[in-house]
């Protein structure tokens, strides 16, 4: 079946350390996006690619890299300058074009230790 | 910018019954969708219903329905004969479309409803 994978399901953090979330899309579609989900409030959009080797940062980029070498993964690096990582985050996809809403994969929560 | 705005954070509804989660939203953009996304306890996003700006007539999706009313900004989901199995965050998105036709599509989400069905 298609869908959006997203890789770890839970993921723990160490001061001063990178950490990298997969995300993987076997729909074929062209745009994919990084959602910040933290309690009480809505999804806030870190970064989106519309193609690949192309991103744009969203509303809350600081703190974030990603990468988009290949139209299916979409992975995303919360780096130390993160001070505030802990949240649940969201990756999702759709078609560059058209009326397709995107779809969502099912989150990996980042906790600090 | 755009902004989505959920004024409800929590409310409740009898099985069976009928319930109405509001939204507003604030944008100078005349064409334009309109979402609402399901969140469950598993946390998987799941689409419920979505509307476009230049259709007059509300979307329906089975027990799912909208009140679109574009030039108050409002676009309000009715969930009818609700199931113990509809409860769930419920979130507002808004998304403006590109000009080209082409691009992505940026969401602006509110901060959700949190709905419980009580048996």
């Known amino acids: 079946d298609g869908g959006i994978t997203q890789s770890p399901k839970y993921l723990f953090r160490k001061e001063g350390q990178n950490v990298t979330l997969s995300c993987e899309q076997n729909l074929n579609h062209d745009a994919m996006y990084w959602y910040r989900q933290d309690p009480g409030q809505g999804l806030r959009l870190i970064y989106y690619s519309q193609i690949v080797n192309d991103f744009q940062k969203g509303d809350i980029a600081e703190g974030y890299s990603v990468s988009r070498e290949k139209k299916e993964s979409f992975p995303l690096t919360v780096t130390s300058a993160q001070k505030n990582p802990t949240a649940f985050y969201l990756c999702a996809s759709s078609f560059a074009a058209g009326l397709e809403p995107q779809h969502f994969g099912d989150g990996t929560r980042l906790s600090i230790l | 910018a755009q902004t989505v705005t959920q004024s409800q954070p929590e409310m409740s509804v009898q099985e069976a019954e009928t319930v109405t989660l509001s939204c507003t939203y604030d944008?100078?953009?005349?064409?334009?969708?309109l979402f609402w996304y399901k969140q469950p306890p598993s946390r998987q996003m799941i689409l419920v219903i979505r509307q476009e700006a230049y259709k007059q007539q509300n979307a329906t999706e089975n027990r799912f329905s909208v009140n679109f009313q574009k030039a108050a900004k409002s676009f309000s989901l009715k969930i009818s004969d609700s199931q113990l199995g509809d409860t769930a965050m419920y979130f507002c998105a808004f998304m403006k479309l590109a000009v080209s036709g082409a691009g992505s599509y940026q969401l602006t989400f509110g901060k959700g409803t949190k709905l419980s069905v009580i048996p």
């Open positions: 944008t100078s953009e005349n064409n334009y969708y």
